[in-house]
């Protein structure tokens, strides 16, 4: 069988860990959602995020190719559904994470094409749901409060996101509940800790230059100047991609570990498979050019989604 990971290695549950039925679920349950998400946001919502949309896709994006050293030889990466909840709203940050996911998934092959139905409800839904849902209840509690709920929100986004996770291999066949959710558990527990800094600093970050852009807030309208910030952070992220940790993952160490690893199955076709561009071989500047492709795609078709929702709103 041909290796499904790839160097820099993919993040996500890749074909073959999950069973059928599981992810035909998780599919339909990610569709009925997000069908939801397209319905409830206003034309309104749309015209003033759009470019915040397209933004924050982007650096989620840029994100996600960082991973951080863990203990054992772990390593972890940014989920960013928190991040998302807080600047865009529930259904602005689930159809960001969903961008998100989804181009990893077809153009990098980064997580199953059958899985990615699981893959966007673990970590672009329901990771948006908590966050979310903790963030709206200490509205107006002050910067420090605020602060602190959204790391801890972030730090359960990462936490919940793995317990998923478990069920769903335990459920597949692929693994004994008792010891995948423990182990699943016990290495995200630290990831989580990562999530949560990092997510704190941007947030902090925005409170200190445009609070106006977090998602409570009554004006969400984003000037050329912060437009081009945006950019230039995301394509910076990216340039420190080649510099990320080369340690598997969380999900792939326990996959190592509990000896389910050889279950991966590859990606039938190859675009730019392990975000690199095979032309340029596996190096540092493949890796750059295929997060700076990758930037362009994900915040080119959020900012599409925003302003298609926009114009639909209007026509109708």
């Not at 996911?101 to 970590?123: C, E, H």
């Not at 000037?223 to 598997?248: D, M």
């Not at 039938?268 to 190096?283: D, K, Q, R």
């Amino acid at each position: 069988m041909q290796p499904y990971f790839f160097s820099p290695e993919p993040l996500h549950i890749p074909d073959g860990f999950l069973s059928a039925p599981v992810a035909a679920f998780f599919w339909l349950l990610t569709a009925v959602v997000i069908g939801i998400a397209v319905r409830e946001s206003s034309g309104e919502f749309a015209e003033k995020q759009a470019p915040l949309m397209g933004i924050m896709a982007a650096f989620i994006f840029a994100g996600q190719m960082i991973n951080f050293p863990i203990v054992a030889g772990t390593s972890g990466h940014l989920l960013g559904g928190t991040l998302a909840a807080v600047t865009l709203g529930p259904w602005g940050g689930m159809l960001v994470m969903t961008t998100v996911v989804g181009v990893q998934a077809l153009i990098f092959q980064d997580g199953g094409l059958l899985a990615m139905g699981a893959n966007i409800f673990n970590m672009g839904i329901l990771t948006v749901v908590i966050a979310y849902g903790l963030y709206r209840g200490i509205a107006g509690r002050g910067r420090k409060i605020s602060l602190i709920v959204i790391g801890i929100a972030a730090w359960l986004t990462v936490i919940a996101s793995a317990f998923l996770t478990a069920l769903q291999l335990w459920l597949s066949g692929i693994a004994s509940l008792g010891i995948v959710l423990p182990v699943m558990l016990g290495v995200h527990f630290l990831i989580g800790l990562g999530e949560a800094l990092v997510t704190v600093a941007a947030v902090s970050f925005i409170m200190q230059t445009r609070p106006d852009l977090l998602a409570m807030k009554a004006q969400q309208k984003m000037g050329r100047s912060w437009i081009a910030v945006g950019v230039i952070a995301s394509l910076l992220v990216v340039f420190f991609a080649p510099f990320a940790s080369a340690n598997p993952d969380g999900l792939q160490r326990v996959a190592i570990e509990l000896g389910f690893i050889d279950s991966a199955t590859s990606a039938p076709f190859n675009v730019l498979p392990g975000y690199t561009v095979e032309a340029l071989g596996i190096s540092g500047l493949s890796t750059i050019a295929a997060g700076v492709i990758g930037i362009g795609i994900v915040g080119g078709i959020a900012l599409l989604v925003a302003v298609a929702l926009r114009h639909r709103d209007q026509q109708g």
